[in-house]
Structures are given as structure tokens and as C-alpha cells.
């Protein structure tokens, strides 16, 4: 199975800030990776797919991009709405696998 | 409206059995691949199992393979999730997702929670 690694665990940032979170994956799976937001008690929601490609409805500051076997989530200014868990899903191939997640909160 | 509403989870003993439920409606559901994902309490996120839209293939994790079935009713746009041999570490909140057109996990459930506990 293709090993998804993401860092930072997680993080402290202030509103306004711009943060950075990272997904390696273990080979090359062209640009099949998915970005998603996860707050607590609810399901995930889709944000980035195809590595760079805002989902419908997900405001501008979300982006996403790919290098290699590198898949970066950007949030410019963040916004109070934004502190949540983010993971990076992989869906090359099955079995899909996520990384272990990115929570973000509040400094 | 889009949706998805998980149904039929509830405590269930090690080695015994649970039927999960995925009725969709707002969208053609024929026409979409389905999957089932799980999140263990303070854990990450996992897939479990994917059919395509008319009912094959079918994958399943490693983790659940043998044990679990997945299925779906196009007539009824459902999906479903057959548990047996269910273990403690199942226990976890199960969700259904939708495959988009452009093959991106677009729309979830708001999860169903089964605990496997005696």
C-alpha cells in the first residue's frame, strides 16, 4: 500500500497567518491526492483534489500543490473558521490511505 | 439537496454482526462509485471499502477483508456495509462518501458510530 507521511503533526497559528502542511507520498501517484478539513463531531469535507484543484464552494485562501512525490496544502490568512485537523488522501490506487493528519489551533 | 445518511450502528459484542445503511438522495446515485471509510476514537482516517456503480468490483481493506461485504440497491439508492466477526477495533465512526464525476471523495455522511464491546 502506498504510505502517505504529512507533516507538520500539528501546529499554532494566529489569524491572518499563512500556513503550510505537507504530504510525501511513498511513489509516484501522478497528482491523485485529495486535501480534506475534518472538525470535531463532523465528517470530513473536500477541499483540494488533483493535487491543485479547489472544490467547488472552498473559499480562494485554500490551494494546493505538487512536486514529485510532494503535495502541499497553503491557507493564506487564516481565518478563525480554519482551525481544524487536515489530511492528504491519496486515491492513485486502492487501497486509498490518508496521512496521519495536521491539526491546526489557535496560538 | 446532495446527501448522505448513514444508518445502523449501535454496541455490538466481539464476533457478532452489524448491517450499515447509506441512503443517498438529491443526485443520480447509479451513477456514482461508493465507499466506506472509519475513524477510531482520536484516530485518523481509514478507507474500508469501495464498489463501483453498478455493483462491481468491489476492494476491500486488509483489515476487514473476509469479515465485511459491501453492497448497494440502485432501485433504492442505498449502499450498504455487512460486518460480521467484528472485533474491538472496529469500533469506530463509519462514514459513506461519494466518488464525483472527476473522481474526488465530494460528498460524505455524517457518520454512524459502531462500538464492538462486551
Known amino acids: 500500500a502506498i504510505q502517505m507521511t504529512q507533516s507538520p503533526s500539528s501546529l499554532s497559528a494566529s489569524v491572518g497567518d499563512r500556513v503550510t502542511i505537507t504530504c510525501r507520498a511513498s511513489q509516484g501517484i501522478r497528482k491523485d491526492v485529495g486535501w480534506f478539513q475534518q472538525k470535531p463531531g463532523k465528517a470530513p469535507k473536500l477541499l483540494i483534489y488533483d493535487a491543485s484543484r479547489l472544490q467547488s464552494g472552498v473559499p480562494s485562501r485554500f490551494s494546493g500543490s505538487a512536486s514529485g512525490t510532494d503535495f502541499t496544502l497553503t491557507i493564506s490568512n487564516l481565518q478563525p473558521e480554519d482551525f481544524a485537523t487536515y489530511y492528504c488522501?491519496?486515491?492513485?490506487?486502492?487501497?486509498?490511505?490518508f496521512g496521519p493528519g495536521t491539526k491546526v489551533d489557535i496560538k | 439537496e446532495v446527501q448522505l445518511v448513514e444508518s445502523g450502528g449501535g454496541l455490538v459484542q466481539p464476533e457478532g454482526s452489524l448491517r450499515l445503511s447509506c441512503a443517498a438522495s438529491?443526485?443520480?446515485?447509479?451513477?456514482?462509485?461508493m465507499n466506506w471509510f472509519r475513524q477510531a476514537p482520536g484516530k485518523g482516517l481509514e478507507w474500508v471499502s469501495y464498489?463501483?456503480?453498478?455493483?462491481?468490483?468491489?476492494y476491500y481493506a486488509d483489515s476487514v477483508k473476509g469479515r465485511f461485504t459491501i453492497s448497494r440497491d440502485n432501485a433504492k439508492n442505498s449502499l450498504y456495509l455487512q460486518m460480521n466477526s467484528l472485533r474491538a477495533e472496529d469500533t469506530a465512526v463509519y462514514y459513506c462518501a461519494r466518488e464525483a464525476s472527476f473522481d474526488a471523495l465530494d460528498v460524505w455522511g455524517q457518520g454512524t458510530m459502531v462500538t464492538v464491546s462486551s
Open positions: 464498489i463501483g456503480s453498478s455493483g462491481t468490483p468491489m
Open positions: 438529491g443526485f443520480t446515485f447509479s451513477s456514482h462509485e
Open positions: 488522501l491519496q486515491d492513485y490506487n486502492y487501497p486509498f490511505t
